[in-house]
């Protein structure tokens, strides 16, 4: 693996007193830099667009904000500006000095929309000229994004490790409860697909294609759950859950549950699937088995 | 930089749909494999020995364990079985199947202690023949470190980001509050060492040398506070906490305040760092500057 040094100066690494460079070339054109990009910036936004392009695979317009590597709010909406508004509006107090990416044309009405709210960097595949112009005037950067295959890795012990990013088969399987229809069906798609970016242990709650509760970077599942029901608050009731990994026992379905979540979907390979499938049934939740694991780091 | 394909199969990638390789030659020989290690056995292995290697900076044996790349127990002991036991205990629920990095030689009674512990893998710079045996028996696996140097990056983008990875000056300047001991400081430097390794925007409470709440990979300073204190419960009265960055108003540390917490030690640097140390003054909590901040993704 031969990577090149890409002539690209980071303001710092991932602190200040770190310096960080970037190797290979990127698939980014910098249409805005202001002040100068840092090696959190690409991270996050990188974060945020693979989930806002994972997303195209749902109809409607798509938009995510990250904050540390991690989706604080997105959304799909029929409309562009609903949908950039209602992502932000998901967890409006991280959304401050976060990153947004969309998988829409980013247009003059975009841009205007977002002139009272504090974005670090906008990413889309494409700008039109005026909301290029109207985002430079507010000094927020932009990323204009091409085709790439997104991998996932990291240093460790003086080598390098690198992966494949990719999701699972979307294909969901009932194993308790009531059977949901098309659509909220496609509510469950929408919640498993943003859990894929959150960190893990991950638990996702949504409602109306929109995030109101993201327990994220746990180290134990119902710790997780109990983060993003307490997030949610009432917006937990009917509301649709992902897990990104298997539930080890009954007690994180137990808190969606209790909070009034309506559906969950779960990758299973638990030693007590069984027992955590019996609990689903008997609190009459909606479980749906997901066809791999999608742990993020 | 050119890094050649290493010879070592991971079981799997991130998740068991993707795959994964190792780059370059890591510093560390597998002294036991037993069950092929996988890709996140590795990177968690990498984020509990950096901590523990840290922690050398203070008298005592330390012990680290890590669940999805960060850490849920730390603990310094002036005995190797103490140490171990108490990290693990730290959080028992998350430790369990997690990894462990120690700083010490590895030995029998380490081995025994950790008998009825389910624990993946084990991290040292030197394990007696007898651990090893004992270790390998138990199906734990069992990696060795030599000296390098630790790097923090990822793929972003089709390119690579690869920073620098160290500590600031370890240097607390006293900016509110009533001023810490000798003996007081180095609890407040112990906070601050393990927080570095905590994902962001970590928040860290710990009292006689170990961690009793640890607030981790939040999009907000606030909520980690919130989980941090949570977790600590009653642990929370009388100890010390870490920031991994400035609290950019006075609402995290009034949490933190609220538990119970003696002392924070946080990296400066927000518009409202004046607001923020009249709020500590306010509180009589004692409040020290760090020189620089320790964010870890």
Redesign the interface.
Known sequence: ??????DLD?RY????????????????GILHEGKQLS??N??D??AA?VIANNLKKLKGYASVVV????P?GASIKNDKIESILSAIAA?E??SFG?ILAVNFEFDEECAMAIKKKYLEVVVAESFTQKAIELLSKKKVRILK?ND???????????????????L?DLKFTHVAGPQLDVEELNELLFAFIVVEGV???AILISKDLTTVGIG?????R??AAW?ATELAGEKAKNAYAASDAFFPFPDGLEILAKAGVKAVVSPMGSIRDEEVINAAEKMGLSFYKA???????
Do not use: W
């Open positions: 693996m031969y990577l090149e040094k890409f980071l690494g991932e602190n200040s007193h770190e310096k960080a460079e970037v190797f290979g070339k990127p698939a980014f090696y959190n690409i991270l936004a990188e667009y904050k540390h590597q991690t604080c967890d107090e991280s976060g994004i790439y295959e997104p991998k996932v890795g990291k240093p460790a012990f003086g080598a390098f490790l690198v992966g494949e990013r990719k699972p960190k893990s242990n994220t970077g746990q180290p134990s119902k710790r983060i066809e791999g694991r999608v742990f993020r780091h």
